[in-house]
């Protein structure tokens, strides 16, 4: 499912991108047949944080230079124009060109990272579609393991643990308000999707705490103690412990 999403969202950028190129500035400056010269002048252009220009020059730059030493460069800039002015899907179009195109080159790490950056730029809140958000997950997955040792690779880690409670807390509050409705067996849908994909993430405490509220509410007190007996080995340390131990104290003989 995640490689078929893809390949329909590069679709989308490639046609994105053409629209793009169509309603630039007006076209590149760059005169010189000379491909160092070009980059010169569009990284010029870059520093100075034109980016437009900067997105026109590259652009005639990775046609009319292909060839050349300098593409990658030039290739690696121009989605790092985009980025730099926040068009994120444009941007990671261009990270991709650059990964799929020149895999050598000096700039894949940082490439990659961006790659991932640009999904991560375009996750929601946590009430809107997610499919940005587990773009991002994968590809800071696929950072670390590419880059393990990379000084880029811990921020990757940390970016996953909060995108993955991004996930989480959109599973709790479905949780909760089907909790909250009566709909006590949408709530343990929810509740053990969160236990299953989620247990290394901040709400899997609150997920089993409300999965044991819930079965309370249907009066399966076996389950109930079963699911207290796991929160006591598993979240020994959860500031819910108590009001566990509570419903404990509080069950029928």
Same mark, same amino acid.
């Given at each position: 499912m995640y490689i078929y999403s893809k390949i329909h969202l590069i679709f989308f950028l =490639?046609? +994105? *991108?053409?629209?793009?190129?169509?309603?630039?500035?007006?076209?590149s400056d760059i005169k010189t047949n000379d491909p160092e010269k070009a980059f010169s002048i569009a990284k010029r252009n870059y520093d100075k944080k034109d980016y437009l220009d900067a997105i026109d020059d590259f652009s005639l730059i990775k046609i009319k230079f292909s060839g050349t030493k300098i593409i990658d460069k030039a290739q690696y800039y121009l989605a790092?124009? @985009?980025?730099?002015?926040?068009?994120?899907? *444009?941007?990671? @179009?261009? =990270? /991709?060109? *650059? +990964?799929?195109? @020149?895999? #050598?080159? /000096?700039f894949?790490? $940082?490439? !990659?990272?961006? +790659?991932a950056m640009c999904y991560y730029n375009m996750s929601p809140?946590?009430?809107?579609?997610?499919?940005?958000?587990?773009y991002a997950i994968l590809e800071f997955q696929d950072f670390i393991e590419l880059f393990p040792n990379d000084k880029?690779?811990?921020?990757?880690?940390?970016?996953?643990? /909060?995108? !993955?409670?991004?996930l989480a807390y959109k599973e709790f509050r479905s949780a909760e308000l089907y909790y909250n409705i $009566?709909?006590?067996?949408a709530a343990l849908f929810y509740y053990d999707h969160i236990l299953e994909e989620y247990f290394d993430t901040d709400y899997a405490d609150d997920a089993l705490y409300g999965k044991?509220? #819930?079965?309370?509410?249907?009066?399966? @007190?076996?389950?109930? !103690? /079963?699911e207290i007996e796991r929160f006591e080995k598993k979240f020994s340390d959860? #500031?819910?412990? !108590?009001?566990? *131990?509570?419903?404990?104290? $509080?069950l029928p003989s």
């Open positions: =490639f046609l +994105l *991108l053409i629209i793009q190129s169509c309603s630039s500035s007006g076209g790092m124009s @985009y980025y730099k002015r926040e068009e994120y899907i *444009l941007a990671a @179009y261009e =990270f /991709e060109y *650059l +990964l799929k195109n @020149y895999p #050598t080159s /000096e894949i790490v $940082d490439a !990659r990272y961006k +790659l809140d946590y009430d809107l579609d997610q499919t940005y958000t587990k880029l690779a811990p921020k990757a880690e940390a970016k996953i643990v /909060e995108l !993955r409670n991004k $009566d709909n006590y067996k044991i509220q #819930t079965l309370v509410k249907r009066k399966k @007190y076996e389950e109930v !103690r /079963e959860s #500031t819910l412990l !108590r009001k566990v *131990l509570s419903i404990k104290s $509080d």
